[in-house]
Nanobody, 123 residues
Framework: QVQVAESGGGLAQAGGSLSLSCKAS????????MEWHRQAPGNQRELVAQ???????RYEDSVKGRFTLSRDNAKNTTYLQMNSLKPEDTAVYYC?????????????????WGQGTQVTVSS
């Protein structure tokens, strides 16, 4: 089983900054993808940023140039630095980890989610 723990978030004013971190722990062979998603009230959950095991990163268009995603493979942790925050960034932010499990007889890929952390940006 893999546990995903988010930290950070909180309250910021428009134009301010916040940082989030997400750490995966538990039984797994490796991590393929680490992502941040967000869900605002009344909206569907959307992908904000993704980083793969080889370091490829992609961002949702509305956060490009403002958010920076990084990853520490040794710590199984990803970091999301959010700058120039806007009120529309207000949401619960969730971390998703795609872990690889390899045994002597099986290869599998499973998705794990954190509990979410609130980000609120005031105007």
């Amino acid at each position: 089983q893999v546990q995903v723990a988010e930290s950070g978030g909180g309250l910021a004013q428009a134009g301010g900054s916040l940082s989030l971190s997400c750490k995966a722990s538990g039984s797994m062979t490796s991590i393929n993808v680490m992502e941040w998603h967000r869900q605002a009230p009344g909206n569907q959950r959307e992908l904000v940023a993704q980083i793969t095991s080889d370091g490829s990163i992609r961002y949702e268009d509305s956060v490009k140039g403002r958010f920076t995603l990084s990853r520490d493979n040794a710590k199984n942790t990803t970091y999301l630095q959010m700058n120039s925050l806007k009120p529309e960034d207000t949401a619960v932010y969730y971390c998703r980890v795609e872990a690889i499990h390899i045994t002597s007889t099986r290869w599998s890929r499973r998705s794990y989610w954190g509990q979410g952390t609130q980000v609120t940006v005031s105007s």
